[in-house]
Structures are given as structure tokens and as C-alpha cells.
């Protein structure tokens, strides 16, 4: 079943590459539980299906990166996009995308948490496994407040604009 505004954030994991150490997270990829993540924030998510891919490395990312100072302007704590790739795919896509420290690159190496959203996607047929639907939500204190779930092959409504527009 596909999440939807009102409903809590499912209990999950999902992984980030640490460029840098500090206490609590090592150098290289770290797990974190999304539950003590988003505890108390307002959090803008936007999930796409793969790192270096057209639309995700030419439009989809570059948005939020651009209108990051905007949206945190408007009471957003972070901006996560989730993939499923692993850390370390992520944290490479993230350096090149001049993300870092600006848009938390996730991954969602297996699936599962995109799975546990409802908002996984089949690209088999593309010879890429499962995948993660392209979307964008804000949730706030976990809670889902706002959704934007693309049609297939499509990037009308995922877009940073839009989730700005929608605070």
C-alpha cells in the first residue's frame, strides 16, 4: 500500500556516506533508523530512481541543491534524496552533484525502505532491479504532510519548485 498525507513515516533504515568524522557517525557509510531521524523535524524527501541517471543527475537533484537555501528558509530542517544505490554510489553522486552538506544522499541499497513507502518500481525491463519511484513529500515530525508521486517516465510534480511552492 502507497503511503499517503497523513499517514507516519514507516519504521526503517536507510544509509549515508560520512565525508567526514564526528561523534557518533565514522567515516564512510553509517546506518540511521528514520525514526529517531525525522523525530521533531520537518523534513523535505525526494526519491528517484538511480544515482547518475538523466533526469535524476540533470534536474531532479540539481533543484533541490538550488533551492535548498529557499526551502530551509521556509522551516525545512533537510532536504534527503533516497535511492536505491548503496552509501557509497551515494556519496560519490553526492560530491558530484555538489550535494554535500546540502541534500542528505540516502541510500536504500535493497529496496526495502522504498518498498516499505510503497513506492517501488519495477526497471527490470531497463536491466536495473527494483527501483524507487520518483516522488517528493515533506514530513514533519514524520508525519506526511505533503506528496507528489510522478506518473511513469514522468517529472512534472517531484520537482523542488513544486515542494516549495507547497510550504
Not at 519504521?11 to 565514522?26: A, P
Not at 523534513?43 to 541517471?53: D, R, S, V
Not at 532491479?129 to 514524520?142: E, M, N, W
Request: hydrophobic share 40%; glycine share 12%.
Amino acid at each position: 500500500m502507497t503511503i499517503k498525507i497523513g499517514d507516519k513515516l514507516p519504521e526503517g533504515t536507510l544509509s549515508e556516506f560520512i565525508e567526514t568524522e564526528t561523534e557518533g557517525c565514522s567515516l564512510g557509510p553509517n546506518t540511521f533508523n528514520v525514526q529517531d531521524l525525522v523525530k521533531g523535524k520537518k523534513i523535505a524527501i525526494f526519491g528517484l530512481p538511480g544515482a547518475y541517471t538523466p533526469t535524476c543527475s540533470a534536474q531532479h537533484v540539481p533543484g533541490y541543491v538550488k533551492l535548498a537555501a529557499e526551502l530551509k528558509a521556509k522551516g525545512v530542517d533537510e532536504i534527503w534524496c533516497i535511492s536505491v544505490n548503496d552509501a557509497f554510489v551515494m556519496g560519490a553522486w553526492g560530491r558530484d552533484q555538489k550535494a554535500t552538506g546540502v541534500v542528505r544522499m540516502m541510500a536504500d541499497g535493497n529496496a526495502a525502505y522504498s518498498k516499505a513507502l510503497g513506492l517501488d518500481a519495477d526497471f527490470s525491463k531497463f536491466g536495473m532491479g527494483t527501483r524507487s519511484q520518483r516522488y517528493s513529500l515533506l514530513a514533519v515530525d514524520g508525519v506526511v504532510t505533503q506528496l507528489n508521486i510522478e506518473q511513469g517516465g514522468k517529472f512534472e510534480v517531484s520537482n523542488a519548485e513544486t515542494l516549495l511552492g507547497q510550504l
